[in-house]
């Protein structure tokens, strides 16, 4: 059985830093496209970077310069760090991965994938200003 659990969300100010992790059970997580997907408060989902097999990535343009998508293959498990937070990023922050490997990882083409993915249970980042 599959799961991803998500960690890592806090309450943070401005300008301050988290790093999310994702552990993978039942799935090898290098072998798909796997990413993060947040929603905020009143907004709808909305992919902010994933990672491919080969170790290519794909950024939302609100986390480029800022977050860096990564995985332990070691630990099964995936990570995203956040510098520079801001208001706006507050949101419930999502671990997602394809249930089928060799799909196209552009965050747009996954993203657009998404009612077909394993899914985490969220951690919640909170920026205050």
């Known amino acids: 059985q599959v799961q991803l659990v998500d960690a890592g969300g806090d309450s943070v100010q401005a300008g301050g830093s988290l790093r999310l992790s994702c552990a993978a059970s039942?799935?090898?997580?290098?072998?798909?496209?796997m990413g993060w997907i947040r929603q905020g408060p009143g907004k709808e989902r909305e992919g902010v970077a994933v990672?491919?097999?080969?170790?290519?990535?794909s950024y939302a343009d609100s986390a480029k310069g800022r977050f860096t998508i990564s995985q332990d293959n070691a630990k099964n498990t995936l990570y995203l760090q956040m510098t520079s937070l801001k208001p706006e990023d507050t949101a419930m922050y999502y671990c997602?991965?394809?249930?089928?490997?060799?799909?196209?990882?552009?965050?747009?083409?996954?993203?657009?994938?998404?009612?077909?993915?394993?899914w985490g249970q969220g951690t919640q980042v909170t920026v205050s200003s």
């Open positions: 990672l491919d097999s080969d170790g290519s990535t």
């Open positions: 997602a991965a394809d249930k089928i490997p060799g799909y196209e990882c552009s965050l747009g083409s996954w993203f657009n994938r998404r009612d077909f993915f394993y």
């Open positions: 039942g799935y090898t997580s290098s072998s798909y496209c």
